[in-house]
């Protein structure tokens, strides 16, 4: 089912948004060749549950974590592991959700440990951009497509990266996952039509060889590129206005100036 948020709602989703972005910049502080993806985990629990929110992901379906830790090849779901020390150049994605009162956010990024190279820095900037070229398409009256269209055009069409198809973003609020389904490849002018008041997540997934995965670990949720290759992720959860789309989870209100979200008077 989808459901349509009324400016109060939106406003309560902005303030859990608020939370997972103060977390995100918090990990940018300490995120460190020598420590431990734990350490991710820790950090974030405690930054949450600080602030009077709840870690939606734990117990989720059997998931026993407040985050999920991707490291290089991994794509997604990877767990925060104790004895997973981080190095100079790993690429690593955290992503979680965040309840406030109810109120649901979504977000994902990607940090570099240490020192980076020219082809991490290169799949960051595009699959940066290829988020943002997805939440440019989420307009009143444009359809799902439209979103996938200008993301895989951008990432596969103009940079031969490979763009996931397995993992998609998502409606979201009052619970995690709702309809609709947002793929981040399709046809544009094709699906469901957007309509003011929809929340929903925008989060490609982009490879720097094939889209494929692999899911051969024992724990059934690490998902892999197919081909070792690096993976990157970069999510946000936004909401659709007659204004344009609103991002709710904004990390830089300067450079998401227009995305903000204004709340209700």
Known sequence: MITIKSPREIDEMAKSGAILAGMHRGLR???KPGM??????????????????ICEQIG????????CVSVNDEICHGFPRKNLILKDG?????????????AMSDSCWSYVVGKSTPEIDRLMEV?????YLGIDQAQVGNRIGDIGAAIQKYTEEENGYGDVRDFIGHGIGPTMHESPNVPHYGVAGKGLRLREGMTITIEPMINTGTYEITMDDPSGWVARTADGGLSCQFEHTIVITKDGPKILTSQDPEMDAKYLWKPAE
Do not use: C, M, P, Q
């Open 29 to 31: 502080e300490i995120i």
């Open 60 to 67: 989720f379906e059997g998931y026993e974590y407040a985050t």
């Open 127 to 131: 699959t940066k951009k290829a988020l």
């Open 90 to 102: 790993d690429l690593i994605k955290v992503d979680t959700v965040v309840n406030y009162h109810g």
């Open 36 to 53: 431990s993806s734990w350490e991710i985990e820790e950090f974030a629990r405690n930054y949450i549950e600080s602030h009077d929110a």
